[in-house]
Structures are given as structure tokens and as C-alpha cells.
């Protein structure tokens, strides 16, 4: 039974507000942002591995970031590591993917999870998982995974379900986009309001119809690439036609729009580390409240986060609610307060 | 007559409180401190070009900065740069280099000098070194460069002059050692009282016969190395007695033991640039006090000193009173009112 469950890996992104860790060169999945020993793509796997065998695990990637996976996931078989020619948005990368674990496993139960999230309680998280496939398999429900939201955050789109109950398989009664902070306040405090983390289960035979009804133009154009498939002519069919799809979410693509959507709502700890002061969080910190990923020494230094190379020679003294993140000669020194601002201000 | 005149330059040096754009492997001297294009020891050169051919120039440094030298100062003769198997401070650096000065050239005058010092009117600085050279040709006496204090500095020796005189050859009646704030601010009140800058004039006899007389120990050595300057077997005799030689400063050997020492006393803008406090003081601020050698994006920062690689990717956010100093991953951020300890914090 477990063998009929693939993981579909996305990590095709760009962490830009992580910068300089994290640059289009060597976006945040492959990086250690934690200090854990382990890149975030690698502990996606790694939270995976109790439901599905490594050789059911598929990466879809950018091109260039290829060998990037192959190195940091040697265990899964190189005909499963997918390249995107270009990105074209979630719906066309999850088409793409899920036309290529039907032909080998039509009956498949898929997850499809970003490559670029943090999880601190992953037996929850799997118990979770666990439930969903369940839930999927034979039926033709949708399932993603809501994270209940510990503020009122206005950079995530919202899940709305139709009953507060959690760790259960409930009806969706709409997604809502980022809200602003008032009306991220009121869903915080209905308690029915859950944060999308993009992690949606599926029968592989559920979205293929679900996008075909929905979506059809890329289903078009997937057709057109379907033939190639698994032969040595697919990466120039990819070439030719993948970048004719529409770019679009998998949300606006099918879940906004598909009547039967289901959601689990757990509270695994789950972040998305988009910006350093998520990242922080997620830190132990010292007794001065700074935390350290890499080799720093701290001299009167109060609640910064520090992400240096290990071993480097790196001397801070005197900063106080700061970020500072150097690598391959790229620096950033910034208030916490300003990490929202990373993003404009690095655009070199 | 100028070809008489023969310039000696000391490149022994570690600039250990400008860490880390000057380290062991590159310090101080060989490095664009202030963003002219030049090195401090290119600008010594070119400060010192007006008095004397290159042919006449000579370097003292560590067997490591032999080939630093060679780089930056091309034009140098090969045969006059002066590799020393140790640092023993600055009397046997002196009395090797006028060893090799004296067998060439034995009625030269010579100017000893730092190479890792800043001047900012070189013309006032020219004609100072020429009236020290006038005074000292023909004659036994040594003539010092006295710089007329601008504040009541801690971090240098003192030349108290017979006179309160400037740009005039006057009698020195003392050296004194690095004063406390209550004497150096007594010392700038009285106005007789000069910076000790490390330059010294006089003919090569004069020196020779003054280190035979007060450091009979060093000259010892020296008449060891004799027979085998300018020859193949030199290096092998300088590895073999250099050490041999007295720790001593030429202050403590010669200058505060001779009774015939002169001082000219000038305000030619010299700095040391022996922290990057005072090296901010010599790089044109922007609008916001910010000095910036190299390429950086500075947002909401005041009063810094930034010193970074041209053409790296550097972000600086919400800094106040601070240097910033980036060079081959070494890294330090560092309150300016702290940059006394950065020799300390910075021991690797």
C-alpha cells in the first residue's frame, strides 16, 4: 500500500528575501538555513520518507538547479528529478509531474509539497499526511494541508473551513488571498481560517481530470508533451511546448475552483522561513538572544541572527536587533525590523 | 646633488587594527587604504620622488612582502629591496639598510621613513625633507620630522624641541615616550611638543658612526654581514647574524642617547592611519558622514566607515557609527568608539 504513495517535490523557487544565503545561483531549498546539517530540500525528504520509498519521491526543478538536487539527493532515481525549462507558475509544474507519475503509477496517492518549508513537528505532520492519503485514495477528494496560524500574517493566503475541528479531513469552504492585517486579525480569531503551506494529496487520476476540466489549455499542451514522455525525445518536447502553458497557481488553476476541496488543519510548528526573522525563530538562540548559524564571534551583541560561513574569520561587536548573512562575498547587514525591505534593496 | 639623496624605506609592518583589510599575509602598506587607487607604499614613493631618482630608493620588509613589493613598486632596483629573515624592530632594519646605502653610496644623505603613513600636503612635506636634507649634508647632525599635534593623541611618542619654531631645522631637547591624556594635553597646550612620525634624515656616515658608538652590539653583527653584501652569499649571512641583533627601536638606540638631534616641525596633514577611525578622517564623507571604499548599497546609515571589494554585493541597512570591513571572508562590524579593540578581538 505505501508504495502506491509518491511525494512530488516543487523547487523551482527563490528565496530572494534571504539573500545573500540564498540567490538564484543557490536558492534557499539547497541551503542549511537552520544550522541543522541539512539543506531545506533534504528535510523535505527526509519528513517524507515514513510515507512513500525514496524510488516514489519526484523533484521538479529549475534546469540549472539540477545537479544542485542530484548532489543533495543522491537516493532518488535521476529519472524522477523533473526540468522545468522555465517557470510557469505551480499548475503547469504539478501537470507536468503528475503526467509523468500516472504513466508509471496510475492508481498513484500524491503528495505535492514545496521544497522550501520548515516542519519542528514531523510525526504530527506525518500522522497528518497519513490521514490525507487515506483520505484520497479511491476517492476523488482534494486534500491540502492547513497550518493553524499562531499570528495574523498577512504574507500567506488563507484556507477557510467549514468546521473548526483539526487533524481532520474537512470541507473547504473557499481560499482567500494574502488578507490585510485587519482581516488577518478576524480570521485569526474565527478559528476556521488556516494558512495555505501549498501542500496539497491527490489521486494522480483526481488532478489529471481536476486540470483537465479546469485548466485546459495546459492540459493542451501537456498532451502535446505526453507522447515523449520517458523517451529521449521528452526534454526537447519540454523544450518546445512547456513554455506555451498558462502561468498560473495550482489555486487559481483548480482549488479556487473545484467544488469537492478538503483540508486537514494541524499545528506541526510548520514555517515557511521566507524572511530572516522567520528564520530566526527557528534559531536557538544565546544568552543574549542572538542566534548563530556558522563560525561568529559576538562582542556585546543583543537578538541578532548571524548566518556566516562556517569556519570563516567574522567579528561583530556592538549590534543589536540585526541580520547579518554573508556568503561567496555577498553581505547583508540589516535591521529585523527592515527584512521585508531585503528583497528590494539586494536587486543587483 | 638629488642623486646624493637616498630614500629607505620600512615595510616590516602589520597594520593589526585595521583587521581585516590588513593582515600577515597583506598588510597595511601594500592595501588602498583610503581609496586613492594607490597603496600607502605607492604613495610613499610618490611622496618621496621630488627628492630623489628611483634608483636611489630602497625597501626594507619581511622575506614574505618581498614579492608584494616587487608588484606594487616595479621600478625599484631588485637589488634594493631588503628582505628581513625577522623583525627586529626598526635599529637593525636601519643600520642594514645603510650598511648596503654606505658601500654604494658613502657620502649619501638618506631619509628614513614609514611606508605606511599618509600625507596630505606633500608640497609642505617636500620642502620640509629637502631643508633636512640641506642640514644634514656634510653635517653629523640628525634631523627628525616633528608633526605639530592636532589633538591630545596617546598612541604616539613626543619630540619636545628647543623652540616652538616650524619648517626651521631646531635642537630636539628630548624624545618622551607615549603620553597619558593629562601630559599629551599639556604637551599640545605648550606647543613645543611634536608627533614622533619615524622619519630621520642624515648622511649614512652619521648614523653608521652614531649606531658604532650607542649600539656597538648591532654594529657588531652588521660587521659580520659586511664582507658578503651585494654579493651571492648575503642572504645567507643576514639568516644566519640578523637575529643575532638587539630587539631595539632606533628611538631607544640612537635618537634619546645622541645629543646632536634636530627636529623640523611641520603641519603637513600626516596621519598614521593606525585605525579606521582615523582612516575615515582622510575619505570624503557622503551626505550622510558615510566614508565607502569600494561598492556598497549603504540605506538609512550614518557616520560609517565602510571599507569593502569594489564591484562585490554589499547591503547595508540602519547603521549608526560603525565600520564595516569585508576582505577575502574576513569580515568585522565594529562600533567606531571600539576600534582600539579590534587587535584583540580579532586574534584568530
Chains 1, 2 share one sequence.
Not at 299 to 321: E, M, S, T, Y
Amino acid at each position: 500500500m505505501a508504495n502506491n504513495n509518491h511525494i512530488v517535490i516543487m523547487a523551482g523557487g527563490i528565496g530572494s528575501r534571504l539573500w545573500p544565503v540564498s540567490t538564484p545561483e543557490c536558492p534557499k531549498q539547497f541551503i542549511d538555513v537552520t544550522g541543522s546539517g541539512r539543506s531545506l530540500i533534504q528535510m523535505t525528504v527526509d519528513r517524507f520518507l515514513p510515507v512513500a520509498p525514496m524510488e516514489n519521491f519526484w523533484v521538479v526543478t529549475g534546469a540549472r538547479y539540477v545537479q544542485q538536487v542530484r548532489e543533495q539527493l543522491p537516493q532518488i532515481p535521476e529519472s524522477h528529478i523533473l526540468a522545468e525549462p522555465e517557470g510557469r507558475n505551480t499548475a503547469p509544474c504539478i501537470a507536468y509531474a503528475c503526467r509523468k507519475v500516472a504513466k508509471v503509477a496510475p492508481s498513484a496517492n500524491v503528495v505535492v509539497t514545496p521544497s522550501d518549508a520548515l516542519v519542528v513537528d514531523t510525526k504530527l505532520f506525518t500522522s497528518v499526511i497519513g490521514k490525507a492519503l487515506e483520505a484520497v485514495n479511491g476517492s476523488g477528494k482534494i486534500v491540502t494541508i492547513g497550518i493553524k496560524p499562531t499570528r495574523p500574517e498577512t504574507g500567506y493566503g488563507y484556507i477557510c473551513a467549514e468546521s473548526l475541528e483539526q487533524e481532520q479531513v474537512v470541507k473547504v469552504s473557499e481560499f482567500r488571498e494574502k488578507p490585510d492585517l485587519e482581516t488577518a486579525k478576524s480570521y485569526l480569531a474565527a478559528g476556521n481560517f488556516f494558512w495555505n503551506a501549498g501542500i496539497f494529496v491527490w489521486n494522480v487520476a483526481t488532478i489529471n481530470a481536476q486540470l483537465q476540466k479546469y485548466a485546459p489549455q495546459i492540459t493542451g499542451v501537456m498532451d502535446k508533451i505526453e507522447p515523449f514522455l520517458f523517451t529521449p525525445q521528452e526534454d526537447a518536447a519540454l523544450r518546445e511546448h512547456f513554455c506555451e502553458c498558462e502561468k498560473i497557481s495550482i489555486d487559481y488553476a483548480v482549488m479556487e475552483k473545484s467544488p469537492d476541496i478538503y483540508v486537514i488543519a494541524c499545528e506541526p510548528q510548520w514555517s515557511d522561513l521566507g524572511t530572516w526573522v522567520a528564520v530566526k525563530e527557528h534559531i536557538i538562540p544565546d544568552a543574549d538572544g542572538n542566534c548563530v548559524v556558522g563560525d561568529a564571534r559576538l562582542f556585546d551583541c543583543k537578538n541578532c541572527i548571524v548566518h556566516v560561513p562556517a569556519g570563516g574569520q567574522i567579528v561583530l561587536q556592538g549590534l543589536r536587533d540585526s541580520i547579518v548573512a554573508l556568503k561567496n562575498g555577498r553581505l547583508l547587514i540589516c535591521q529585523l525590523s527592515e527584512d521585508q525591505a531585503i528583497k528590494e534593496m539586494s536587486k543587483f
